[in-house]
């Protein structure tokens, strides 16, 4: 949630950021939450004044009764009832206001970083860097959704009879590479610095407001209406939420923490190749990353998570490329945002396996994350990335990897799995 001050002091520089976003109703919003702010604070005064003043004549009363002026101790009575009844209409207005405010500032989202590029859609994504080699597979390469029934290691059938589509069932060696790659991820993690934490997949409404999810992304998620929980589409939700309300001592930062969680997504609206096999599902597993630190900090931090990223996917012998997401492409949260992608040579595509973001205040805003500096309570930045998504990362695995004799791993998986081929 962007700050007032922010966009009563940096109102052209906002715009002109909303603009990259293409968001039609920055100009309206924006002027609208101002003139809400100055009608609040002008009420506010009166609010505080008769508030005062009848603290001030209670005073009075109290002495009057005292010396035995009944007479203009009931005066002041008459006139203090009449100051009660101000200061609840006030406040009962400074409700609905900052209600109304709130609500409005709910719906505007981030403000981009100045080297976000203009741009509508994926298509004006930037490509920073590419990484790796593409496999020449030669012809009759099959896809993934192909070689899990080859060697009988995911079943999205058994699934569907479970649950419904969009939930598979891993098998045998497919379940064994889930593992695998869950404390791979884990590991490169925590010798990176990151402090492993298991948090819960249920969240309340003020965890999913904390990181943005919510109103933005309601329609997205499973709800839970008897309790009004909703499962997480991604670990960053908890696990930034462990700040909430928090004013984190100097020396205890930067906070980086690291996670394992199913994730759940309803992915309503989605259909076309981009669904087929693994490309997107209900329910998948990932490794998430988050960072919260000083704003003078958080870009440095942004390019290490990047890095660590980019390590995991080397070690995995995956070719990858990294973009820069331009205004339109980017979550309504994200000040700055960087995809990677893996190569899925039997696809012949690029699929995005991570996002890496930092939200400046954004969240920090919404959640109260603070530090003290010199004295002064401040906001802190947050940021967080896959590290990584699993799904696409298995897809690319098996697609750049198969033999006719079976499906070779990376080196770096041999322990973790057990063996060195699929078949």
């Known amino acids: 949630m962007l700050q007032i001050s922010v966009l009563k002091e940096q109102t052209d520089r906002v715009l002109a950021g909303l603009a990259k ?14 003139d809400l702010d100055q009608r609040r604070r002008a009420l506010q005064t009166q609010h505080d004044t008769a508030q005062a003043e009848a603290n001030e004549l209670a005073r009075q009363i109290g002495g009057l009764m005292k010396s035995g002026d009944k007479a203009g101790a009931e005066t002041l009575k008459i006139r203090t009832s009449e100051l009660k009844i101000q200061v609840k209409a006030h406040a009962d207005e400074l409700s609905a206001l900052e ?6 500032l709910y719906k505007i989202p981030n403000v981009p970083h100045e080297s976000v590029p203009a741009g509508r859609s994926a298509e004006d994504n930037e490509v920073v860097r590419e ?16 070689l899990i029934k080859k060697y009988d290691i995911i079943d999205f059938d058994l699934g569907i009879k479970i649950t419904g589509a969009g939930f598979p069932v891993y098998k045998g060696q497919g379940a064994r590479l889930q593992r695998a790659l869950i404390n791979f991820f884990l590991d490169q993690a925590r010798d990176a610095g990151y402090v492993e934490v298991q948090p819960p997949i249920l969240v309340n409404e003020a965890s999913g407001y904390g990181t943005g999810q919510l109103p933005d992304k309601e329609g997205q998620m499973y709800h ?41 997504r309803r992915e309503a609206g989605s259909w076309g190749a981009d669904v087929r096999g693994l490309n997107r599902l209900h329910q998948f597993d990932k490794v998430e990353i988050v960072q ?21 996917l080397q070690l995995l012998e995956l070719p ?24 899925s040579a039997a696809q012949g595509r690029w699929l995005e396996v991570s996002s890496v973001s930092n939200f400046e ?13 010199d004295g002064k309570t401040q906001l802190l930045h947050t940021l967080n990335g896959s590290a990584l998504a699993l799904p696409r990362i298995v897809a690319a695995l098996l697609e750049n990897n198969q033999t006719p004799e079976g499906i070779n791993l990376p080196e770096v998986l041999h322990s973790y799995c057990g063996f060195a081929q699929i078949k």
């Open 292 to 312: 919260i630190t000083q704003p003078e900090h958080s870009y440095a931090a942004h390019e290490t998570m990047v890095a660590h990223v980019e390590k995991l």
């Open 99 to 104: 209600k109304q405010q709130t609500e409005l």
């Open 320 to 343: 990858y490329r990294v973009l820069r997401l331009c205004g339109g492409d980017m979550g309504f949260t994200s000040a700055l945002t960087y995809d990677l992608e893996v190569w």
């Open 21 to 34: 976003r293409n968001f039609k109703t920055a100009a309206a919003d924006v002027a609208t939450v101002l």
């Open 131 to 146: 990484g790796g080699t593409k496999p020449d597979l030669g012809p009759g390469a099959q896809p993934h959704w192909e």
């Open 224 to 264: 839970d209406a008897a309790d009004n929980l909703y499962l997480i589409p991604t670990s960053e939700v908890p696990i930034t939420n462990l700040y909430r309300d928090e004013i984190i001592p100097l020396e205890k930062l930067p906070v980086r923490n690291t996670g394992y969680t199913p994730c759940f």
């Open 361 to 373: 205040t954004f969240q920090a805003n919404r959640l109260k994350c603070r530090y003290k500096v």
